[in-house]
């Protein structure tokens, strides 16, 4: 198991940053209301019960809120000190955890498939090879008729965080390049008081594959 003492400890480099604040991240999160926060893709989302994978969980709220709706639920976190934490606070739910993470998603076989993909707050973590690599990696994992919803933040960078400015267009065009069509584009303010004080915007784009 990897120690979480390292910032970068899982190995992934979108994580840097992350594990040596990962409690009171854990905390922040848990706070805000997923409804709340996905409200404007909500009408995006199945009404039946689904196939989801949530790649990026971090502390598996969302994947929890998925999952008490009778979705079923693989949640992606490639840092332990996330997804243990995760684990144990939403044990009640049936969720399936998996230490794995993008551009590759190595976990997954290529006859897996899920009605809906989430992406909150991890493309923007991606350089741009990177990010060439993991869209046709996600259309793979897409059902016909299924949805893709990733969001990207705008805005200062907290110090020693990897990101990469990462606009709607230059997504758009890669999602369209890997055989998806353009559902939404949204632009929110932060649903985080400190975020949000700071200006940080965030940009909420569905895709469907066909």
Known sequence: MASTD????????????????????VARWEQISSAEHHGAVMHLMPRAP????????????????????????????PLDAFRHAGMALHRAQPIDWRDDSLPDLATFSEDRSFDLVMLSAVWM????????????????????????????????VPDGRRMFVVSAEDTVALARAAGLRPRLALTTASTQPANRHAGVTWTRLAFARD
Do not use: F
Request: charged content about 15%; proline content about 5%; glycine content about 12%.
């Open 50 to 77: 689904a196939d989801v994978l949530d790649i990026g969980a971090g502390s598996g709220r969302d994947a929890a809120w998925l999952a008490a709706m009778g979705h079923r639920v693989v949640a992606v976190e």
């Open 6 to 25: 390292n910032p970068t400890a899982s190995g992934v480099p979108g994580t840097q940053g992350y594990a040596a604040l990962a409690a009171a991240l």
């Open 125 to 156: 973590h991606l350089a741009a090879d990177e990010r060439c690599r993991a869209m046709p990696r996600i259309a793979a994992l897409l059902k016909t008729g299924g949805t893709l919803i990733l969001s990207l933040r705008h805005g200062p």
